[in-house]
């Protein structure tokens, strides 16, 4: 059972960044495809960006191409999303998950954070 935290939310101003993390407990992190995902109220959680187990392959979501990067250091057992040039529509609960079939199918989620992007 993958345990993850995510950390680094917050509020920021239109145009600024954050970089938000995800602490997995398990000591095989390197074998998981990991992804974010985000969730406004009422609305379904979507799919944010992805990274293979090796870091080989990242997948992005149109919406966020060219202002986020997703990373990973295995041996910290971290998964990183580097927000940049946010949009108050990037506002919305930011959730980490953790697959061990492929990086579009994800067994393990955090509990989330908060991230506030004011006009």
């Known amino acids: 059972q993958v345990q993850l935290v995510e950390s680094g939310g917050g509020l920021v101003q239109a145009g600024g960044s954050l970089r938000l993390s995800c602490a997995a407990s398990?000591?095989?992190?390197?074998?998981?495809?990991m992804g974010w995902f985000r969730q406004v109220p009422g609305k379904e959680r979507r799919f944010v960006a992805a990274?293979?187990?090796?870091?080989?392959?990242?997948y992005y979501a149109d919406s966020v191409k060219g202002r986020f990067t997703i990373s990973r250091d295995n041996a910290k057992k971290t998964m990183y999303l580097q927000m940049n040039s946010l949009k108050p529509e990037d506002t919305a609960v930011y959730y980490c998950?953790?697959?061990?079939?492929?990086?579009?199918?994800?067994?393990?989620w955090g509990r989330g954070t908060q991230v506030t992007v004011s006009s």
């Open positions: 998950a953790a697959s061990d079939r492929s990086w579009y199918e994800y067994d393990y």
């Open positions: 990274i293979t187990s090796s870091a080989g392959s990242t």
């Open positions: 398990e000591r095989t992190f390197s074998s998981y495809a």
